[in-house]
């Protein structure tokens, strides 16, 4: 199982069909689509060049993150807009081998915070998805988010778009940003009505904070996936939870290097969660902005779990099987 500290064989892991969970529409905008959206809204850029943008895409911690994702996102105005990243990043992840792709997309954030309605978002993303699948032939399914910095009535009210618009390209709903305000609000009920309608429910949980998020989204939420959940490591009896009912976590060691969500590489959980068999997927979250790639995850998971070509095809393996079923 251990390898042979050999280098990372790029192409046989480009080469494994595998699904990317977790990343986020909003945070595949790189740096020549970020100002080529500011030049279309006639808005100031918040770097002049693209070597500037690359620079911009880099963060003492989470609040500077999060205003900054939450500035590309207030780039994204129009169907075209959704458009063009949806088909910019599948071509992407198709060229690292990914042959599924599931698009958190920052819904409440579009709708409460820039004044969106959600319909023309969803088909400008789903005709960007259609464009590259017809090249690529990849599946893919939106999971529209809530951010619970928002009073939690207000998303429910957002969510409604979602949940009365076209849901057949819908696999889940899911929740991003800062966990604190869980304790203040309850989002619960958003869940519960997506549930009704047949939508299971995901939750960002132990990225910052630790494994009481992750009981609560599991138990309160009703998440069967956990994106990140690398503080579910701090409780045995979370991790069980996670291990008796196969619920995945969507881990993404380079955002959690950048965000500062670990110390360090060697202080990252990832290898402790794979001995203790939580099923991991590996995931990007938003490449541009924490300047990484899949294969590039996948490299970290190599040199930092020690695993050899099975342990890379496990995880592959195990992308695939924790995706939602798109019906396609
Ligand atoms: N939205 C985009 N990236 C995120 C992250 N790393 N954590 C929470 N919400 C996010
Ligand atoms: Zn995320």
Redesign the pocket.
Known sequence: MMQDMSEFPREFARSLPKAELHV?LE?TVDAATLLALAERHGVEPPAPDEAGVRDWFTFDGFPM??ER?FTVVGLLRDPDDFALAAERYLQTAHDQGVVHVEF?V?ATGHILENGKTWAPIHDGIVDGCRRAAERTGQTWGLIPDISPHLPAADCGRAMEQVFEHDLSHVVAIGM??PADSWWTDDFTPIYERARSLGLPGVA?AG?HGGADEVRYAIERFGAVRI??GIGAMQDPAVVDLLVERGIACDV?PG?NLA?HAVESAAAHPLPRMLDAGVTVTLGT??PPMFHTALLDEYERAWQWCGLDEDGLRRLADASLAAAFDTGR
């Open positions: 986020h945070g993150f999060l994702y958190h920052s991003g940003g960002h990225e994106q990140h993404c955002s965000l979250d938003d």
